[in-house]
Nanobody, 125 residues
Framework: VQLQASGGGLVQIGGSLRLSCAAS????????MGWFRQAPGKEREFVAALSLSGGQTYYANSEEGRFTISRDNAKTTLYLQMNNLKPEDTAVYYC???????????????????WGQGTLVTVSS
């Protein structure tokens, strides 16, 4: 399974970006897809996740209301719409997929089995 993240770039404070994550390869039985980010010198952290069958969405507290996670109808592309971006949003953003029909903790790295290569988001004034 390959995950290709794209859509990062340089944006001003208050601007918006839409990240995409295209999945390809063998067919997965998956219930959960998510986004994480890693800022320089910091650990990778949870941003948002989406339950594919039920459509339930989960967000980190600092992103709720500004970020929206979604997917296309074919369930092969995951999106992260980011609005009102702040300097603290600067990071490499990674998409991830959890293989399996159930999940236990959407916010931890170990829940996910496949990771994209990351796309850099830089928010500046």
């Amino acid at each position: 399974v390959q995950l290709q993240a794209s859509g990062g770039g340089l944006v001003q404070i208050g601007g918006s970006l839409r990240l995409s994550c295209a999945a390809s390869g063998r067919t997965l039985t998956t219930e959960l897809m998510g986004w994480f980010r890693q800022a320089p010198g910091k650990e990778r952290e949870f941003v948002a996740a989406l339950s594919l069958s039920g459509g339930q969405t989960y967000y980190a507290n600092s992103e709720e209301g500004r970020f929206t996670i979604s997917r296309d109808n074919a369930k092969t592309t995951l999106y992260l719409q980011m609005n009102n971006l702040k300097p603290e949003d600067t990071a490499v953003y990674y998409c991830a997929v959890d293989e399996g029909p159930i999940y236990s903790d959407y916010a931890i790295l170990d829940e996910y089995h496949f990771w994209g290569q990351g796309t850099l988001v830089t928010v500046s004034s």
